[in-house]
Every structure is written in C-alpha cells, then in structure tokens.
C-alpha cells in the first residue's frame, strides 16, 4: 500500500548550470519510472531552475531545510509557502549535517516538520545515531525520541503523509553503510512506535534508509519489507547511479539497469 520512494539529497553542490544538467540527465533516464517516486533536493539557489526542468516528468522537486515561519524578520531563512510556490513537493528536516553542524535540535525539528505539513510539503524527517550512541547501546532511544518529538504536532489525520529516513549518522558519506539487516530493525522498531502513536495511519508512513547507499548496496535495503525506499546523499550527483537506484527500489531488483 505504500509507494516506495527515493530522494537525492545534492548538498551543497551545483551551480545553477549544473544543478539543470544533472536534473536533465536524472528525467531523461527516468521518464519511464515506474513502481518509485521520485524526487530530488537541490540547493536553494538552484530550485526555479530544476524545477523548470523537470517539468512535465513524474519527477518531484524537493528542498534540503524550511524555516517554521512562514515570513517574517529571518535573515537567510526560506520558509515553506516559498517552497510551494516553487513547486516543492518535499522538504528534507532534520538533516544530521543540520543537527550536528549547524545545532538543529529537536524542537527546531518539530517545528519545521509542523510548518512543511501545515503548508502542503512532505516532510522527509531524518533521524539516526551517532557512532558513540551506537556503541553506547543508544540506536533505540535516540531514534526513538528524534521521532517521537519530531512528530508532536502531526494531527492522526496527516501523520500518513509522513516519511522518516533513518539515517545512521556514522554511515553518512563515510562510504560504510549499515547492513541491510539493520536497516531493516529499525524501521521495523520505528513502525511498531509509529502504530503506538499514529495508530492504523502508521502504515501509510514511508520509512527511508539513507547513508551511503550505491547502486551496488541498495539491493539489500530495497529487500528489506519495511524498508520503502531511499535517501541518497554523494549518488545522487550522478545521474547514472541515482537512476540504477531508483530502478532497485521500484523493481526490488539491483542486478538491471533501466
Ligand atoms: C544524505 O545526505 O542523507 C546521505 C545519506 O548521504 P550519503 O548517501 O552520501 O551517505
């Protein structure tokens, strides 16, 4: 019941040339998608541009940060009804490079979370430990209250619209994914809270596995029953692996290419 989804987090790449080149490049070896959404995250600056783009493809734009105000004396800030009207769909919140180089906390997160939902954008919450939470025994309660307090203000009637990336921060960019195997137990934990909380619209909400994911370590995540797609970060500035992703994820199938 739930479409599965993979988004690409660009960062802080691309110019606006390049941003367009690599968002012609992923529509034209998508145009056919199908079995996946799709969306892609490019920097602020480069938004009008992609979007103009991607026009008429099945392929969704997306922003990497949302201010919880929707205006106001908020120097450098971007709220949601200016996402929207650049034709966002999505909005990625509580980055881990958000959380832990620029101090977003969890009330920031939740603020955020409530804005995009209040102003038609799917929130794309992201959440994971820390290498020393880990090793801590932490991975549980960490994600857990990332989650819980993220998704404080989500009204039962629009927590389906959510979609959570568990994103173990020591396997972001580092090249060392999680095992599929883990990837799976905490969604697996994230949707037994989220039936606590959310009740029968907990399985509607999409669960993400991001960090480090390739074409060659999706197979594993895509196998995984609760896991319902991706969050990709350093592939996704490649139109050819970002579009083998897509590809396992829709077919559950890492071995083609479209
Ligand atoms: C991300 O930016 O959310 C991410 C998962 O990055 P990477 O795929 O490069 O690890």
């Known amino acids: 019941m739930r479409t599965r989804l993979v988004a690409g987090n660009w960062k802080m790449h691309t110019t606006v040339r390049e941003a367009h080149d690599l968002a012609a ?44 105000e929707s205006h106001g004396a908020f120097t450098g800030e971007i709220s949601a ?11 990625i919140v ?33 959440v994971g430990e820390s290498l020393e939470e880990r090793d801590g025994g932490r991975t549980e309660r960490v994600v857990q209250t990332q989650v819980r307090i993220a998704t404080l203000d989500v009204p039962p009637d629009q927590a389906g619209q959510l979609v959570i990336a568990y994103e173990p921060v020591w396997a972001i960019g580092t090249g060392r994914p999680a095992t599929g195997a883990e ?12 039936r606590e909380w959310f009740g029968e619209a907990a399985e509607a909400i999409r669960i993400l596995y991001g960090g480090s994911v390739t074409p060659e370590t999706i197979g594993e995540f895509a196998a ?21 992703i897509v590809w396992a994820v829709a077919t559950k199938d890492s071995s083609g290419a479209p």
């Open 25 to 68: 490049g992923v529509r034209d070896r998508l145009a056919a998608a199908d079995g996946a959404d799709v969306v892609v995250c490019p920097p602020f600056t480069a938004l009008a541009e992609v979007g103009r783009t991607l026009a008429g493809s099945p392929i969704e734009l997306g922003a990497q940060d949302v201010h919880w």
């Open 81 to 91: 009804p200016m996402l929207w009207d650049l034709g966002c769909t999505y909005v």
């Open 183 to 194: 990837a799976g137990r905490v969604a697996g934990l994230l949707r037994g809270w989220l």
């Open 224 to 244: 995984q029953p609760e896991v319902d797609g991706a969050l990709v970060g350093g592939a996704s500035l490649d139109a050819d692996a970002f579009a083998r």
């Open 94 to 126: 509580g980055h881990s490079e958000r959380r832990h180089l620029l101090g977003e906390d969890d009330e920031t997160v939740r603020r955020k979370v409530a804005a995009a939902l209040a102003h038609e954008l799917i929130p794309i919450l992201c």
